[in-house]
């Protein structure tokens, strides 16, 4: 039963883990409300509702290249290696509190986001768009990144 359960939601379970251990390495040095913020700056509880929903999307995405056997290793590559740039930002940007290069570094990740959404839409349109809401939370990200990075010099 738990077995059957894994292999249809390992996909959106492995990047919802990775975040929420992510989320609990970070969590001693979060710093977001003592910042001063950009305009459109959400609150904090928002982060981890958005983050949550973004990694299902992503997992449902990539796991319908792969139920679809549409998983080459150029998308396999482009997918984790997102997800690793993905996870090391708020280690940068809260942790190690690197605000300039932890922009630099999102600028890389939004980078890869599109090549992924370029690489996943000529497999399969759907895992392409549900990646759509990911890219654009992440250029929000980007903004927000630059505007704490100048605000808080």
Not at 14 to 25: D, E, K, S, T, W
Not at 63 to 84: M, R
Not at 93 to 108: E, G, Y
Request: net charge positive; proline share 5%.
């Amino acid at each position: 039963m738990m077995g059957k359960f894994f292999s249809k939601f390992k996909y959106i379970l492995f990047p919802l883990i990775l975040g929420a251990l992510v989320g609990f390495i970070i969590s001693s040095s979060m710093d977001y409300s003592d910042l001063s913020k950009p305009f459109l700056s959400p609150p904090g509880f928002i982060f981890p509702i958005v983050w949550s929903i973004l990694y299902i999307l992503m997992g449902i995405s990539y796991g319908l290249l792969v139920k679809k056997d549409l998983n080459t290793s150029e998308v396999q590559n482009i997918y984790y290696l997102q997800l690793l740039v993905n996870l090391i930002w708020p280690i940068l940007f809260f942790t190690f509190n690197l605000r300039l290069f932890s922009f630099l570094w999102i600028l890389l990740l939004d980078v890869l986001i599109i090549i992924m959404i370029i690489q996943f839409y000529k497999k399969n349109k759907i895992s392409a768009i549900l990646q759509l809401p990911y890219l654009f939370w992440s250029l929000f990200a980007s903004y927000l990144n630059l505007g704490i990075y100048i605000l808080n010099k």
